[in-house]
């Protein structure tokens, strides 16, 4: 009888699967149908007289695009036949933006529609808000409509030639400015037994500051509210002009609780008018020439859909132009998650040997991370220098590691929001002694060959003569990084000391200290390899190449990680990430990190 249900249970799960599988497949094969439409030779077309519809409800802008989810991006559509659309869509940035440069100067694109309810990196929202800008300069209008207000949603729509707002409450009104927060675990490691033994240079150099403080030094809280500030101002400037007010007008009605439900943002200029859905269809029919209650005849594409039609290779063109996309956090080994030192220093020699790459534009979205990694990726990004032509592209951090292993390219952009510098580095040693013997009753015996053997077998503090070991080889690891700085940005290392200390910088500010060269986007990083490479055509080649809707759903067999042991609510998600901090301190380490990311919502 157990074998029998043993088959039984097998055949089951075998058969779902490959139901599964047809599923998905049928999906992408409708959702394509659905999407986009078809021409007489078979290929996707872009209807005449056409909005652009741009919903960050159905879209995600990240680093790289991503295959479509089953029914994704149906957008107007969708609301029209009443179909339900799928998840979200994930596009590139780089896509993102020349799909609006494509969009301006073709003739069955009418004008861009963006409901701009949502969270991303501020990076992102910067070089999109860009491109909506050019988008409008072409002629062409842009109409948002906001029915949540936040900050990253206003800062976005700030860029459209009419505002409308829904006249009903969708929640509470969220822009209200920015915060950072900061996460202490000594009280909680003091409960556990843990002693966290911090070695660093720089006073500004705070990510180890978690694990030994109830609260934030001054240095750190400081550089923070630093960042904060301007972090802000560089959003709210532009929301502040598109509302005809000055920067302390709009401040102040931000301070002041001025801004509570839809006829608030009216009657204070924010936005030109409050409508109802459906008086937002009419609006649209209005703008499109089409009757107010003909909403189905409108002709719409999403974004995500728009750019799979119209962002295309030009493999006519032999020379080619590599981004290589160095997105996550930088960590040793070769594996598939985050950025794996071993994996991303191989990939950097491939396309150093690559004949038909002519130049390359390294994309930095990486808080930094391990010392060692960091040094592998900066030796292939050397040789890689020394063969081509070399840009950096920052995106929302370039910071600590990530500053490391970029600082000696040939010219580097960043956005003005970027988080960059973080010059400085940090290791940390864990004790558990307390731990195993209060906590868990467990008492451990070691037996050396020499007199510092167990100095990192975390079952100890460190004595005095160790601690100043350690301290010397942070030191000795900082040197190394200013030297790095010094080479790379042509300044002397008192210089770069002087910017370091662990210190971070916002793009603007890392302009104005020499850090980096320009601020700007993907685009503009990848117009100015092409003329280093003497290159007007190219073709775009990415790495690593993305993951396939195939791959990612394989990947979710996988069991689950520790992303999801506690709820989504934000004091779950800071304990989520207290926890996972935690469970890093196994071993002895030394960083290169940031010690914060810092979210626009």
Known sequence: MKSFWKTALAAGVGVILVSVIISILFSMLLGGIIASGSGENGKAVVAPNSILDIDFNKIVIAEQTLESSAFGGAGIKALQSGFKAGETSTIGILDATRALE???????????????????????????????????????PVIAYIETPTNAGYYLASAADRIYIADYHGGFNQLIGLSGRLVFLKELLDKLGVN?????????????????????????????????????????????????????????????????????????????????????????????????DNFNAINSIGLYDYAKIKVKNNYKVHDQIAVIYVDGEIVDGRGQEQVAGKRFADIIDDVCEDEDTKAVVLRVNSPGGSVVAASQIKEAVDRLCAAKPVIASYGAYAASGGYWISAGCKYIFSDATTLTGSIGVFGMIPDFSKTARNLLHVNVTTVPSNKHSDMLSAMRPLTAEELEYTQKDIEYIYGQFVGIVADGRNKTADEVDELGQGRVWTGNDALANGLVDRIGGLADALEYASLEAGCPEYRLVSYPTPLTQMEMFMASFKPANDDYLVGTGEFGKGLTSAIKEISSLKEAKVYARLPYAIEIR
């Open 196 to 292: 966290m033994q911090l070695i660093r240079h720089g006073k500004y150099k705070s990510a180890g500051e978690m694990y030994i403080r109830s609260s934030a030094s001054p240095e750190n809280y400081e550089q923070t509210k630093v960042l904060v500030d301007g972090l802000w101002k560089a959003i709210a400037e532009p929301m502040a002009e598109r509302a005809g007010r000055s920067l302390e007008e709009f401040n102040a009605l931000i301070d002041n609780l001025e801004l509570v439900d839809a006829t608030d943002f009216v009657e204070k200029g924010l936005v030109d008018e409050a409508v109802s859905v459906d008086g937002m269809r009419k609006k649209l029919c209005a703008q499109a020439g089409e009757d107010e």
């Open 102 to 140: 494509a969009a301006a100067s073709d003739p069955n694109v009418k004008f861009a529609y963006i409901r701009p309810d949502m969270a991303t990196d501020v990076s992102h929202l910067e070089e999109f808000r860009t491109a909506l800008v050019k988008f409008r300069q072409s002629g062409k």
